[in-house]
């Protein structure tokens, strides 16, 4: 049985914890580490969420604190039927000034869709020239990660230029839990598909996220140099196809 619904409602997003909220993770010492940049500028029109950030938000302890600049959260979490399969598919289009040409890493859009019961994630990462599929087991802060006799942390980056840079273009991720499996879309073609997923998915939270991904030095964070990074994001529809609902003909008692 399929059902589909769009989570966007980006009017709301000033009320925080309505439809979105800020992104972040809780630190030992108790405070919360927010992925919010103090100058962000952001607009609602047309059902299109703006945001533009100049970049300036930096952790030199912890890569993933360092790596989400500005990013929110949906306050509803999509679950993960056993049997079937669910898709998340959305526009973004993600622009950027001051970035170092041909180095997405340097500043991106993203769409993140996080599991936080077991560290799990799927993404799409949007720059000025290029675009990543990326598929990853993370260290989340206060998340527990199931033990696990093979790898048990990585992060598997695709990168691709044949896309539409600096327009809108439509991404699509789709997860089977039954079949251990995940199939990246860009603008209706498949780019990309993990057979074997070595991680159950529960839940998804979806994410949309202004972003670096720099490595840490052992003089702490190298992400911030003067970027801005300009993104827009259309609702997202997601798609849950349940293979267990599918009706059953009843068997008649007549004679």
Sequence with gaps: MEKQQVIGDFHTILSEGEVWKVGGFPLPDGTFWEYREPNAVVIVRNGILYVRAPLSRQNNQIQILDNAKHMYYSVETIKVPEAGEVSFELQIRARSE???????????????????????????????????????????PGVEVPPSDKTRFFCIFKEDTNFKPREFNTYKITYDRGNDEAVFYLNGVEIRR????????????????????KDLTPQGSV?????????????????????????????????
């Design 223 to 255: 992400s911030v140099h003067g970027q801005t990074v300009i993104a827009e994001y259309s609702p997202i529809t997601v798609t849950i196809n349940d293979r267990s609902e599918v009706k059953r003909t009843p068997i008649s008692t007549e004679e």
């Design 98 to 140: 001051n970035t170092a040409p041909n180095d997405l890493y340097d500043g991106y859009v993203s769409l993140n869709l996080l599991d936080f019961s077991t560290g799990a994630a799927l993404d799409f990462f949007a720059g000025n020239d290029k675009y990543a599929s990326v598929y990853a087991v993370l260290p989340f």
């Design 194 to 213: 993990e057979k074997n997923v070595p991680v159950k998915f529960n839940e998804f939270t979806i994410a949309l996220g202004i972003m670096t991904e």
